[in-house]
């Protein structure tokens, strides 16, 4: 398995590109056989022309942030480009690296370039490439004795296997370590970064759009001209992740293992009645320091669970879950809930079986996001608005709906316990008036009792 990477071309690479373009084994497939010795100066000359030219895009093939090849695209109008690649490592000839990197391109062209054709040449005896680009969507338009030319409609892109959704507001401190763990991930499938960046006013968006030109091909940046609010953040980032699976992190939280998707994409892929996975997680401050005492205990074995274990209360942390695309589209309500992640693995689990991995992939920061850095007793409400939400509008069996009822009764008895412990029998409305942002919560508790 490799963590595989496009970044744009460097002038420093032609002090390893220079001994490719020498080797007869690789130009004999690339059909671009120098007519001379090409030396380390002339290389260097080569890169430091076409580097800054208008119509091509140049960029190098990185394996586990070993350089290997070149992919690029020249010949760039406004509608087209012509593609063009070749492993120079032989050592990684013939390990499905050429599709993926080629993936990264052609979607690099869709979605930041508008490109809506890429073409390419190809040697005819150079069957394993052909097979290659068709494998990403290229077909055969014209051949030759020698000579097979393809093209790739861009509107027929095959959507990732994956995509990763990440909401990002003010994260400027924590953002590049979100980031690099996503980007850290070694898979043998196509996985994109779906960024909704909320109108900071930190560097958040500078951090997004850097990241985006040295790792083309792995971001779709949705780049809100207005603060739009968390609810409508999450529902165009997740109306924009198209893969099969959808895997969240938001952007002060980071990923710790570098095989953690492909992990839960093979599990799922192999177990179908299972619709979510998830893992356990470091729970860590603001520093990245691991907190002492866990908000959420994890289990340190497998285990499976099912929709009704998770009415009794969210266990699922955020940056561990992975899931399967059951629907398209949210519903109204969805976005009208304080909590987004809850009603969302509630309907995920509607779908299939719920599997937990004991192994810490992730890191999950307490105190940072708007609901980690709520109060408990504003947590226990907002908990218990979600759920008259979710029994209100779901179809939910008769013990899901009693766990839920549980669930409540529970919440309420903990508002109780914080406030006043030695006062018996105060009706919910009663506790509020002695919690902070007591008109919020009563209002809250008001149209739980009398809304639903």
């Excluded at 350089?67 to 480009?81: M, P, V």
């Excluded at 690649?85 to 508008?114: E, H, M, N, P, R």
Aim: charged share 20%; with cysteine.
């Amino acid at each position: 398995m490799y963590n595989l990477l496009i970044r744009p071309l460097e002038i420093e690479d032609a002090n390893i590109s220079w001994k490719w373009r020498n080797d007869p084994e690789v130009w004999k497939f690339t059909g671009s056989k120098p007519n001379k010795e090409i030396s380390p100066e002339i290389e260097l000359q080569w890169i430091q022309k076409v580097i800054n030219e208008e119509s091509s895009k140049r960029f190098a093939i990185l394996v586990d942030e070993k350089y290997i090849g070149n992919i690029q695209l020249t010949n760039i109008t406004k509608n087209s480009a012509v593609f063009h690649i070749f492993i120079g490592d032989k050592d990684y000839w013939g390990k499905g690296i050429s599709s993926l990197a080629t993936y990264q391109l052609l979607y690099f062209a869709k979605t930041v370039l508008k490109l809506k054709t890429v073409e390419l040449e190809v040697n005819l005896s150079h069957i394993a490439a052909i097979k290659s680009y068709e494998s990403t969507g290229f077909k055969i338009v014209s051949q030759n004795e020698q000579i097979i030319c393809m093209s790739h409609d861009l509107s027929e892109l095959q959507n990732p296997t994956l995509s990763v959704f990440v909401m990002v507001y003010n994260h400027e401190k924590f953002l590049k370590q979100c980031l690099d763990g996503i980007l850290m991930q070694k898979c043998n499938f196509s996985f994109d970064i779906v960024v909704g960046e909320d109108c900071s006013s930190d560097n958040s968006r500078e951090i997004l759009i850097n990241y985006q030109k040295n790792h083309p091909g792995k971001f779709k940046l949705l780049l809100h001209k207005t603060n739009i609010g968390a609810n409508k953040n999450q529902e165009q980032v997740l109306d924009n992740c198209t893969g099969r699976y959808i895997a969240i992190c938001e952007g002060d939280d980071y990923w710790t293992d570098p095989h953690k998707l492909q992990k839960q994409v093979d599990f799922l892929e192999n177990n179908p009645d299972y619709s979510i996975c998830f893992h356990n997680v470091e729970e860590v401050d603001s520093n990245g320091k691991v907190l002492d005492i866990r908000h959420v205990i994890s289990d340190s074995v497998e285990k499976t669970y099912t929709i009704e274990d998770l009415a009794e209360g969210n266990f699922i942390h955020t940056a561990s879950v992975l899931f399967r695309r059951n629907f398209n589209e949210l519903p109204s309500w969805f976005f009208t809930s304080p909590a987004g992640d809850y009603p969302l693995h509630i309907m995920n689990a509607s779908y299939g079986l719920i599997k937990y991995f004991p192994e810490k992939m992730a890191a999950y920061r307490i105190g940072q996001g708007v609901w980690s850095s709520q109060t408990r007793q504003v947590q226990f409400v907002n908990t218990i608005f979600v759920i008259k939400l979710m029994m209100a509008n779901l179809k939910l069996s008769n013990q899901v709906l009693k766990n839920f009822d549980n669930q409540i009764s529970r919440l309420l008895l903990h508002i109780k316990d914080v406030v006043s412990p030695n006062i018996p029998q105060q009706s919910p409305e009663n506790i509020a008036y002695n919690l902070s942002l007591k008109k919020l919560i009563i209002i809250l508790l008001k149209k739980i009792r009398y809304s639903f």
